[in-house]
């Protein structure tokens, strides 16, 4: 199972220890996660202490960075999970990208102003267990999970796409 973060490496997106984490003990249980982090590299010291603990913990064929942001219609696999890092009470272009090319996207860190909807929907991973959870459940049963994230992807979409009469609204503004 292959995870794709889209993020920047730097302080505010911080969470990379959690996903290395979670790889490592899903590996202990028999389950072969592979991580990568798209993005471009804002600190080297984040970089090199999960690089460090990469290596400890037998992770590098595992998990890798880019080193450097990849244009989402360059990297997408149908097959692939996608993880946006969100760090306030919003999903960010790269996911919305994600979603509208039809990409399983799921949301890590959600804002606590979110609390309702993060308890509904399945995309939306708001701590470590809830992480390690989802991903063993994915694993273990890809096709349930990935209709289910299709689905709130698909509903998350229309809230943030035009329909086709706001498009012609838009476009008339511009003339």
Not at 77 to 98: H, Q
Not at 108 to 115: P, S
Not at 154 to 162: I, R, S
């Amino acid at each position: 199972m292959n995870i794709n973060l889209l993020t920047r490496v730097a302080v505010d997106k911080n969470y990379f220890m959690d996903f290395v984490v979670a790889c490592y003990l899903s590996k202990n249980r028999g389950c072969t996660i592979n991580v990568k982090f798209i993005g471009k590299i804002h600190s080297n010291v984040i970089l090199e202490t999960v690089e460090r603990a990469i290596q400890l913990l037998g992770l590098q064929d595992q998990v890798r960075f880019t080193g450097a942001p990849v244009k989402i219609n360059e990297i997408q696999k149908k097959d692939d999970y996608y993880f946006n890092l969100s760090i306030a009470d919003f999903v960010g272009y790269s996911s919305i990208e994600s979603i509208d090319n039809e990409l399983k996207t799921m949301f890590y860190n959600i804002d606590d102003n979110l609390q309702n909807v993060i308890n509904t929907k399945f995309i939306y991973v708001n701590s470590f267990h809830s992480l390690c959870e989802k991903l063993e459940l994915i694993y273990n049963n890809r096709y349930e999970y990935d209709q289910i994230i299709r689905q709130e992807n698909l509903e998350l979409g229309k809230e943030y796409f035009l329909n086709e009469k706001e498009v012609e609204k838009l476009k008339e503004m511009f003339k």
